[in-house]
């Protein structure tokens, strides 16, 4: 059984639910390259250009994440313990490595504000919704602070035990980096719990 939702009411009543999206597929002709859009990123463009060489599969490492958030133009700073934290103005992002051999790539967003240990019901329902109705990142409530404050988490986690190239460790960070700040964005405005 597959772990996506079905959209009711299709024709075959096979179609994966897309949120409203339209699945878009693409042929693949035997023989014929196939054409890479230009990254979008700022990646340099010699690695999308068809029939350029496949780009460099390596291995993950906070070094290569540093470099890959530089091309974002996102600022950081490194906590020294296998870190990096991203700061804006309502939230901050973390970017490190976990798994017993690092294999595992985390986006951990949490906005500066948090909520009042009252309103953990509502903290629980808003949470959720997020987690209904949008892709890529899951949401949690969080344990209670020192001052017995809940601080909302978004979190994605990608295994990358097999590698990656350059563009596509780009695409997934500016992707994790996107989706935060929308998480916060809406926990503000129709999320109406910050």
């Known amino acids: 059984m597959p772990w996506w939702s079905w959209r009711p009411g299709s024709a075959s009543g096979n179609e994966p639910d ?26 340099p463009s010699d690695l ?5 060489a496949d780009p460099v599969v390596a291995p993950v490492s906070l070094a290569r994440i540093g470099k890959a958030l530089d091309m974002l133009d996102i600022r950081f700073l490194a906590d020294g313990g296998g870190s990096l934290l991203a700061m804006w103005e309502r ?13 595992i790539l985390v986006m951990r967003a949490r906005p500066h504000a948090t909520v009042p240990p009252d309103w953990a019901d509502r903290a629980y329902r808003v949470v959720n919704e997020w ?3 949008r892709r890529f990142c899951k949401a949690y409530v969080g344990d209670p ?3 017995g ?19 596509l460790l780009v695409e997934m960070l500016d992707c994790g980096a996107a989706v935060a700040t929308s998480f916060v964005d809406w926990l503000h405005d129709e999320g109406a719990l910050l």
Do not use: C, K
């Not at 999308?48 to 350029?52: D, E, L, V, Y």
């Not at 939230?91 to 017993?100: D, K, N, Q, W």
């Open 131 to 133: 987690n209904h109705t």
């Open 91 to 103: 939230h901050a992002v973390l970017f490190t490595l976990e798994g017993p051999d690092d294999e």
């Open 149 to 167: 404050q809940l601080p909302i988490y978004a979190e994605l986690q990608v295994p990358l035990a097999a590698g990656a190239h350059d563009a």
């Open 48 to 52: 999308s250009t068809p029939g350029a």
């Open 18 to 43: 897309t949120g409203g999206e339209v699945a878009v597929q693409s042929t693949v002709r035997v023989g014929v390259p196939a054409q890479r859009e230009p990254a979008r990123t700022g990646v």
């Open 145 to 147: 602070t020192e001052r």
